[in-house]
Every structure is written in C-alpha cells, then in structure tokens.
C-alpha cells in the first residue's frame, strides 16, 4: 500500500492537506493531445460514492470491487459521460485516462474536487505518495532534456544513487569512517554534472565583429537561428540556441562583437557579452582566418581557457603558422570542420562521464546535505554526518544541525 502522504501545505484554493487527504493531480501536458492522464491518491470509494458514481465500468462493477491492476474500460460521470480507461495501481492509487485536450481531463480533476479531493501538482503528488528523494529524481527524469541524459536519470530514480548514499551511511555506522570522506566527496565532484543533466551547459561565442559569430551558431545549431549581415554591430542583443552535442544539452550564445564601441547601446551590448563570457561553462573565441586583426591577439590572452576558432577557412589563410596551438579550422558557409568542433567542445565539457550505473546527485538538496556530511566527517561528528546522509533519502524535509566548520568547508 502506498505510504500516507508526509508532507502538509495549502491546496490552491486555500485549504491546507493533512497527510491522509486525498489528492489528484493531471499527469500529462496541459493543451491538446491524444491522452490525458489524472492520478487519484485516495481510497476507491470516492469514485463510488452516492447513487451516481463518478466512474461506471463496463463490467458493471464498482470501483472499489475491481481487482488490482486491472485496466477497466468504462465512463466518467453523468450519461453521455466521458469514455475513460482506469486502472488501480494498488489500494490507494487510481490512474484515469481520458481523451487529451483540457475539457475532459478539467472535468475529472472538477468532479473529484468535489468529491473532496485536493487538485495539486504532479510533483506534489509525487513528494505525498513516495519520499522527497524519489520525487526529485522523478522530476530530474522529467526535465531531461535528451535521452541521454534521461538514461542516466532512470539509473539513479531505479536505485543506483540511494544504495551508493546507503553503502556511505554504512560505512560511518559500521565506524569504518576511513573511506566515507572519499566517498561523498566523489558523488560531490559529480555534483556539477549532475546539475546539467537537466540544465543545459552554457557556451558563449566571442570575438570581433564579422568574424563570422554568428554564421558560426547557425552552423552548429544547424539552422538559421542568428541573422547574418556583413555590417559591424549587428549582433547587439544576445541570441541562443539550444543544441545536444554527443547527447549532452548546450546552450550557446551569440553576442555583440568585441571593439571599441560606436555607441553607448553597442558598449552595453558588449559589456553584456563579456559578462556572460565570464559565467560561461565555455567560451568560444572566434577569429577570422583570412583577415587577422590586432585586437584579436588581446581577445586570445585575455581568455587563455578558451576554445579557439578559426573561421572561413574556405578562403585563403592569413594567420599561416602564428595561430595557437589546437586551434579549430572551420568553415560555417561550407561546414568543413563544425563536427570535429561540435566534438572537441563537448569533450571540454563533460571531461569525464560516468560509468553505467554510476551514481550522481541530481537535487540541489542532495548536494546540500552532502556538502554538509562531508563537513561533519572532517570534524570527526560522526552522527552528524549519518543524519545529514539519512535526511538525503527520508521522507520529507529533516533538519539537520550543520557542524560549526560546514560553512567554511563548503566556502572552500
């Protein structure tokens, strides 16, 4: 039987759920579709209450005399009635699916409000029917933004995260406490990568005006996403597009060009475009390779990290041997070159992916309370570390106390 919920707070309308009210939440998209799907958190009777119940199947029998999963064909409410299928996941749990679009999934979710249900969203219901640690990793999974990432996210949802955090807390109440440091601070060091399988890296493109920037965004994004004109300053606002490179998700950023500005609108552009270089995950420094120009020696020093292109290598080069080392030839008007750069820049990114079920933290709140048991374990607070670890996978929010040194460790 599915745990109560254990976790409290307002209904939409106001009302506040206690941890046995009945919930209901629209699984699926709003807008049209071919199906829609509602989950019930509640007992069968609600569905048969009164002498006209909400759901009458075609077998005749009542909601709460249906066997476990069984899908049920039937109809939902008052004669003409909506066409649903049904099924009981188990005693407390009733899946409905109904035609897509908003009428009749509006008027399910309106009829078990009435019924006393509580309509909240699929991430509530989540967090009321299992623990929080498996609603986040249910939301992770939801928010992948390729399958390749969504690959890694099912691992850790079917276990592989929990029992690497069990096999940790073990360790530390077995008082094998050597090892436990090293392995928070692994699933520590995958934090970040973790972070980007739901939140795409960011890449911003850099360089003169007209060096090709934004010829350069369309080629690896494969479309015209950026306009191209040869006039100097077109490129004031930053645009983006939203790519996957080797399976990963990539943001890249086109930006003003760098020089010295006309105007105080093209020196705003610029600033911005500095700016955002400088929080970038990678920048892109785009040189013209047929025309080179003094300025872009003082764009190469100053972002000495950097990825290096050098575009329109369909006309003669210009920069002969003064190019720096692991430079990247490229073309955006033929594509010579674009998929070896799309490869290098997704290779400067992910420096090393995890193994198959390997396991990674895919909650800000899971990186928290890590930060903080790796904190607790530097000074020896063994149940300190223990707690913060169990808090990562019990149900709702623990308070743990964060040792005097957790603030400083994590600083570092």
Sequence with gaps: MTAPCDSTGPAPDGRTADKYSPLVALLTPRGRGAVASVRLRGTAELCDRGASPLFTAANGRRMAEQPLDRVLFGRWGKAPGEEVVVCRVDHEIIEIHCHGGDAAARRILADLERAGCLIVSWQELETACASQFDAECREALSNAPTLRCADILLDQLMGTLRSSIEQIIGLVQRGETKFAPREI?????????????????????????????????NALAGYQRAIVFDKPGTTRDMVTAEIALDGWPVRLTDTAGIRKAGSALESAGIELALDQARRADRC??????????????????????????????????????????????????????????GDALAASLILQVPAARMAVPVAARQVELLQMALSAAHADQWETCAAALEAILQPGNQAV????????ATRE
């Design 185 to 217: 601070t692994t699933l520590l060091d995958r934090a970040r990568f973790g972070r980007h399988l739901t939140e795409p890296w960011q890449v911003v493109i850099v360089g003169r005006p007209n060096v090709g920037k934004s010829s350069l965004l």
């Design 284 to 341: 892109l420094i785009v040189i013209d390779g047929s025309a080179p120009h003094a300025d872009d020696e003082g764009l190469l020093a100053a972002w000495p990290g950097a990825l290096v292109v050098a575009n329109k290598s369909d006309l003669p080069d210009a920069w002969e041997e003064r190019l720096p080392v692991g430079v990247h030839r490229v073309s955006s008007l033929t594509g010579e070159g674009i998929a070896a750069l």
């Design 401 to 408: 106390t964060a040792p005097a040194c957790a603030n400083a």
